[in-house]
């Protein structure tokens, strides 16, 4: 939009998933259903040339408006008009996803003249793991077992052995109730193909069977299974989890490295982009490049005069110690908050930790309003959540949120909306048999594993949440690291630049003393 205030002519189009840009209360892509799909083909070319004549601006407004006055779909209108546009905003999945990228630009296989510019590259990493992974659950098989028994023999007979199947990975988990292998599941991976091929075959016969979601999901997860593992190698994991009632076995993808390189080779270049891409060594290894890539690290262009970050390293908020330093860490944020009128926000790792802190800071700090992100919240808690975040607020509020959550990146409180953020602790993964998997590959591959698994994705988290503070050249904001490992030196380099001005308070009259002068040099600034 800023390029075209200066003369830029391109056509630009927005991708919006199927389920989101769907006129009908189910993505169901069939005649007899929906009005859209009726008679389609015989509208759309009109549909095509009307809408890229329209705007060089095709975004999810202008695409559904015109598949409505043409009544086609507006899906396949979108993907129909990619092929016209100069460049198209979408997400990951239409390049990287081997289950759902675009093949309509890629299906040859060679190099495509293609640019890649990927937007908050550091979620590539995790996006990554799981597009390149895939998971069967036993309940699902189960219930298809049941609601289709003596429908059709084969089906009866390859459902029946994909249940005995799993439950006898359930029998061999251990008291944990997990078990990792490095091998390919072999035999039930062919099961879950022969249940493709019959499914496949029953779906052409019955029409009908397309209504049926449960089968159609499975179906399509089972085609996700046998196509993740034919990639399968030295850089997976087989991770089974068993209760007494499911079974989940996961072919688990622990280094996406090769993988996303093989997807970039379906274009001529790539920049991948994001202020919190630390240490930059480490995501370009990850992220599939080599040492020909290049690398580019800018400083902030805010004022640094704005912007005050305090690191508190003489509180432990390990977990054998969170009992133990609650009051302490209450006691912070409420010097902290306290320093000037405003919103802030304070990020915990995890809920139950900071439902634990919680009632000891509203004890305490009585006369503080405090708002509390939930643990699951619907678009429109979510917009009524930060619409609390007032401009010039007469007084103080204090939302509790969670590292790497939905507010803790992705959200732009400009101006005085917030002013200030509480990160307690390092923001370390929750270890379980994944994470602990992936630190055993790396360790092994390079001696990183305990980096590449917890330190590396908890400090990018941390990033994260502090660069929610300073979003525009006029802000002002503090930020307060709690955490006695900030203090150590390999935590110190991970520091970004323009935090080399940190300052270490030594107890809370030093954090008010501190707070004091910043606020009163901001307003000069």
């Keep these: 939009a800023r390029m075209r205030t200066g003369g830029l002519r391109m056509k630009t189009l927005t991708l919006t998933a199927k389920d989101k840009i769907c006129f009908c209360d189910q993505a169901v892509c069939r005649p007899d259903y929906c009005d859209f799909a009726r008679g389609h083909y015989d509208r759309i070319n009109e549909a095509i040339l009307d809408t890229i004549q329209s705007r060089d601006d095709l975004e999810r407004g202008t695409i559904e408006a015109y598949a409505r006055q043409h009544q086609v779909c507006p899906f396949e209108l979108s993907l129909d008009l990619s092929l016209l546009a100069d460049c198209i905003i979408c997400d990951y999945n239409y390049v990287f996803d081997p289950r759902v990228y675009l093949r309509r630009f890629f299906a040859g296989g060679g190099e495509g003249d293609y640019v890649f510019l990927i937007d908050e590259a550091h979620n590539l990493v995790d996006r990554s793991r799981e597009m390149f992974s895939a998971r069967i659950q036993k309940t699902d098989f189960y219930k298809l077992k049941k609601n289709y028994k003596g429908r059709s023999k084969p089906l009866d007979k390859v459902l029946n052995s994909i249940n005995r199947s799993l439950v006898s990975l359930r029998k061999q988990c251990s008291e944990t109730g997990q078990m990792s292998d490095a091998a390919m599941p072999q035999e039930m991976i062919e099961l879950v193909q022969s249940f493709t091929?019959?499914?496949e075959r029953l779906l052409k016969e019955n029409r009908e069977l397309g209504e049926d979601h449960d089968f159609l999901q499975l179906y399509f997860d089972a085609l996700g299974f046998v196509s993740i593992?034919?990639?399968?190698?030295?850089?997976f994991m087989t991770l089974v989890e068993a209760d007494r009632r499911e079974v989940s076995v996961k072919l688990f993808c622990l280094d996406p490295a090769h993988l996303l390189a093989e997807a970039l080779k379906r274009g001529s270049s790539t920049v991948m982009f994001s202020a919190t891409l630390t240490p930059l060594p480490y995501f370009r290894s990850i992220l599939g490049g080599g040492e020909a890539d290049g690398m580019l690290a800018l400083d902030s262009p805010f004022n640094p005069n704005r912007f005050c970050i305090m690191v508190a390293d003489w509180v432990s908020t390990r977990f054998k110690d969170r009992e133990r330093s609650r009051a302490e860490v209450a006691a912070l944020i409420g010097a902290f908050v306290s320093g000037k009128t405003g919103n802030y926000i304070v990020y915990f790792p995890s809920y139950r930790y900071m439902n634990e802190v919680l009632p000891v800071f509203r004890a305490r700090f009585p006369e503080i309003l405090t708002t509390v992100q939930e643990n699951s919240m619907a678009e429109t808690d979510r917009e009524l959540f930060l619409a609390g975040f007032e401009t010039d607020p007469s007084h103080t509020l204090v939302a509790f949120c969670v590292l790497g959550g939905i507010f803790s990146e992705g959200i732009d409180l400009a101006g005085n909306r917030l002013i200030g953020a509480v990160v307690v602790s390092v923001g370390l993964p929750q270890l379980n048999t994944q994470q602990d998997a992936i630190r055993d590959y790396f360790q092994h591959k390079n001696g990183r594993g305990y980096e590449y698994a917890y330190?590396?994705?908890g400090m990018n988290?941390?990033?994260?949440?502090?660069?929610?503070?300073?979003?525009?050249?006029?802000?002002?904001?503090?930020?307060?690291?709690?955490?006695e490992r900030y203090g150590q030196r390999n935590y110190r380099q991970l520091f970004p630049r323009h935090w080399h001005k940190r300052l270490k308070v030594r107890d809370i009259s030093s954090l008010v003393a501190t707070l004091e002068g910043f606020w009163g040099k901001s307003q000069d600034s």
């Design 455 to 457: 330190m590396y994705p």
């Design 229 to 235: 593992a034919g990639f399968y190698d030295e850089r």
């Design 461 to 483: 988290k941390v990033l994260q949440a502090a660069g929610r503070v300073i979003r525009s050249e006029d802000d002002s904001g503090a930020v307060l690291l709690i955490d």
């Design 197 to 199: 091929v019959i499914a």
